[in-house]
Nanobody, 120 residues
Framework: VQLQASGGGLVQAGGSLRLSCAVS????????MAWYRQAPGKERELVAT???????KYADSVNGRFTISRDNTKNTVYLQMNSLKPEDAAVYYC???????????????WGQGTQVTVSS
């Protein structure tokens, strides 16, 4: 089972990026999914979450600028980031709670991270 994040890159302040994170491997289902980020010298912080029913929550710092969504047919979660600011620069990680064989509850998996750089 693997989470593959993509879509990071360099963008000017005010620009947009769309991150994707696809789940691959043998799974029975995908529960809650989330995006986190970690800037150099800082703790990893929660950016946005989405439940299996597509209920969403956002960190105050990104609310109104970022949108988390998911495509259950593709087992993929997205993060649309608009009006990017230099302080949004970080490595972005996806996380998913997956139903896998022989497990009585969901298990937590992390993607490898994708770098977002915002120039001022």
């Amino acid at each position: 089972v693997q989470l593959q994040a993509s879509g990071g890159g360099l963008v000017q302040a005010g620009g947009s990026l769309r991150l994707s994170c696809a789940v691959s491997g043998s799974i029975l289902g995908v529960d809650n999914m989330a995006w986190y980020r970690q800037a150099p010298g800082k703790e990893r912080e929660l950016v946005a979450t989405i439940t299996s029913f597509s209920n969403t929550k956002y960190a105050d710092s990104v609310n109104g600028r970022f949108t988390i969504s998911r495509d259950n047919t593709k087992n993929t979660v997205y993060l649309q980031m608009n009006s990017l600011k230099p302080e949004d620069a970080a490595v972005y990680y996806c996380k998913a709670y997956l139903w896998v064989k022989f497990a009585s509850d969901t298990r937590e998996y992390w993607g490898q991270g994708t770098q977002v750089t915002v120039s001022s």
